[in-house]
Protein backbone atom coordinates (compact mmCIF):
# COMPACT_ATOMS: atom_id res chain seq x y z
CA UNK A 1 0.00 0.00 0.00
CA UNK A 2 1.36 3.50 -1.15
CA UNK A 3 1.60 6.30 1.49
CA UNK A 4 -1.01 8.86 1.49
CA UNK A 5 -0.72 12.62 0.47
CA UNK A 6 -1.77 15.06 2.83
CA UNK A 7 -4.80 16.05 1.08
CA UNK A 8 -5.69 12.09 0.45
CA UNK A 9 -5.57 11.79 4.24
CA UNK A 10 -7.29 15.01 4.63
CA UNK A 11 -10.20 13.71 2.15
CA UNK A 12 -10.61 10.20 3.99
CA UNK A 13 -10.67 11.76 6.90
CA UNK A 14 -13.61 14.40 5.83
CA UNK A 15 -15.28 11.43 4.65
CA UNK A 16 -15.58 9.11 7.51
CA UNK A 17 -16.44 12.34 9.96
CA UNK A 18 -19.18 13.41 8.04
CA UNK A 19 -21.11 9.86 7.60
CA UNK A 20 -23.87 9.79 5.08
CA UNK A 21 -23.57 13.80 4.47
CA UNK A 22 -20.18 13.28 2.71
CA UNK A 23 -20.68 15.10 -0.82
CA UNK A 24 -19.11 17.40 -2.73
CA UNK A 25 -19.35 20.80 -1.21
CA UNK A 26 -19.49 19.29 2.62
CA UNK A 27 -16.71 17.75 1.76
CA UNK A 28 -14.81 21.16 0.43
CA UNK A 29 -16.20 23.37 3.72
CA UNK A 30 -14.44 20.71 6.21
CA UNK A 31 -11.45 19.86 4.37
CA UNK A 32 -10.65 23.85 3.70
CA UNK A 33 -11.15 24.22 7.58
CA UNK A 34 -9.07 21.72 7.97
CA UNK A 35 -6.33 23.03 5.50
CA UNK A 36 -7.30 26.90 6.77
CA UNK A 37 -7.72 27.80 3.20
CA UNK A 38 -10.34 27.02 0.56
CA UNK A 39 -9.60 24.33 -1.84
CA UNK A 40 -11.15 24.43 -5.16
CA UNK A 41 -13.45 22.19 -6.02
CA UNK A 42 -11.21 20.56 -9.35
CA UNK A 43 -8.88 19.81 -6.42
CA UNK A 44 -11.66 18.20 -4.46
CA UNK A 45 -13.10 16.26 -7.12
CA UNK A 46 -9.81 15.61 -8.88
CA UNK A 47 -8.34 13.71 -4.98
CA UNK A 48 -11.87 12.08 -5.16
CA UNK A 49 -11.60 10.40 -8.48
CA UNK A 50 -8.09 9.55 -7.55
CA UNK A 51 -9.33 7.84 -3.82
CA UNK A 52 -12.25 6.16 -5.95
CA UNK A 53 -9.80 4.56 -8.42
CA UNK A 54 -7.53 2.98 -5.66
CA UNK A 55 -10.45 1.68 -4.60
CA UNK A 56 -10.35 3.58 -1.13
CA UNK A 57 -14.02 5.31 -1.39
CA UNK A 58 -16.82 4.34 -3.04
CA UNK A 59 -19.52 6.66 -4.66
CA UNK A 60 -23.62 7.06 -4.47
CA UNK A 61 -25.99 8.87 -6.66
CA UNK A 62 -28.51 10.02 -4.25
CA UNK A 63 -32.41 11.04 -4.64
CA UNK A 64 -32.89 14.52 -7.12
CA UNK A 65 -33.49 17.43 -4.97
CA UNK A 66 -35.61 20.73 -6.18
CA UNK A 67 -33.00 22.96 -4.43
CA UNK A 68 -30.15 21.69 -6.87
CA UNK A 69 -32.50 21.97 -9.82
CA UNK A 70 -33.57 18.45 -9.72
CA UNK A 71 -29.57 17.02 -9.90
CA UNK A 72 -28.80 14.58 -8.29
CA UNK A 73 -25.90 14.40 -5.34
CA UNK A 74 -22.90 12.26 -5.35
CA UNK A 75 -22.20 10.87 -1.85
CA UNK A 76 -18.68 9.03 -0.54
CA UNK A 77 -17.97 6.11 1.94
CA UNK A 78 -14.93 5.12 2.53
CA UNK A 79 -14.17 1.50 1.73
CA UNK A 80 -12.74 -1.06 4.08
CA UNK A 81 -9.28 -0.43 2.19
CA UNK A 82 -9.75 3.49 2.62
CA UNK A 83 -10.33 2.48 6.51
CA UNK A 84 -6.60 0.64 6.19
CA UNK A 85 -4.78 3.30 4.36
CA UNK A 86 -6.10 6.27 6.43
CA UNK A 87 -5.15 3.58 9.75
CA UNK A 88 -1.50 3.32 8.22
CA UNK A 89 -1.24 7.33 7.45
CA UNK A 90 -1.94 7.51 10.90
CA UNK A 91 0.25 5.01 12.17
CA UNK A 92 3.16 6.55 10.62
CA UNK A 93 2.41 10.23 11.44
CA UNK A 94 2.37 9.70 14.87
CA UNK A 95 5.63 7.63 14.72
CA UNK A 96 6.97 10.29 12.59
CA UNK A 97 5.45 12.91 15.47
CA UNK A 98 6.34 10.97 18.57
CA UNK A 99 9.32 12.82 20.12
CA UNK A 100 8.62 16.21 18.04
CA UNK A 101 7.70 18.39 20.55
CA UNK A 102 11.57 17.19 23.25
CA UNK A 103 13.12 17.86 19.23
CA UNK A 104 11.91 20.63 18.22
CA UNK A 105 12.35 22.76 21.97
CA UNK A 106 15.82 21.94 21.44
CA UNK A 107 16.05 23.13 18.05
Do not use: C, H
Amino acid sequence: MKDLTVYESILLMVILRLEENAYGVTIREEASKIKGRTISYGTIYSYLDQLTRKGYVTKKMGKPTAERGGRKKIFYTLSQGGIKALKSAYNLQSTIWKDAPAVLDKA
